[in-house]
């Protein structure tokens, strides 16, 4: 009984496996689909090569303007720090030039 289970079982499998290698009923030919093979990936492989190279190059583009902004916050502190160190060292100047002798009205003098 076993035997007879064991060869229907690999009867129904082997013509399960004929009638699939055949692929679907009117015809065709068996075998991997027209979608299907190394054509489609290099074609794949190849595009997603661009869009990589293009991803680095606007991601080099953007940590360019980040870097030329920063340099110009950068210029600009200095900037204003020079002003401030303009303003600073202008009012000592005109603090000492008005505690000088003989530089008050002329009456005092």
């Given at each position: 009984?076993?035997?007879?289970?064991?060869?229907?079982?690999?009867?129904?499998?082997?013509?399960?496996?004929?009638?699939?290698?055949?692929?679907?009923?009117?015809?065709?030919p068996a075998g991997?689909?027209?979608?299907?093979?190394?054509?489609?990936?290099?074609?794949?492989?190849?595009?997603?090569?661009?869009?990589?190279?293009?991803?680095?190059?606007?991601?080099?583009?953007?940590?360019?303007?980040?870097?030329?902004?920063?340099?110009?916050?950068?210029?600009?502190?200095?900037?204003?720090?020079?002003?401030k160190e303009q303003k600073k060292e202008?009012?000592?100047?005109?603090?000492?030039?008005?505690?000088?002798?003989?530089?008050?009205?002329?009456?005092?003098?």
């Amino acid at each position: 009984m076993k035997r007879v289970l064991a060869l229907l079982a690999g009867v129904s499998l082997l013509s399960f496996s004929t009638v699939y290698a055949k692929g679907p009923h009117g015809g065709g030919p068996a075998g991997p689909k027209p979608y299907q093979g190394a054509g489609i990936g290099k074609e794949v492989s190849g595009e997603a090569k661009r869009e990589a190279k293009q991803e680095k190059r606007e991601f080099g583009q953007t940590v360019r303007e980040e870097a030329h902004n920063k340099t110009r916050i950068m210029e600009h502190k200095e900037l204003k720090e020079q002003k401030k160190e303009q303003k600073k060292e202008q009012k000592k100047e005109q603090k000492r030039i008005h505690q000088q002798p003989g530089h008050g009205n002329a009456s005092t003098q």
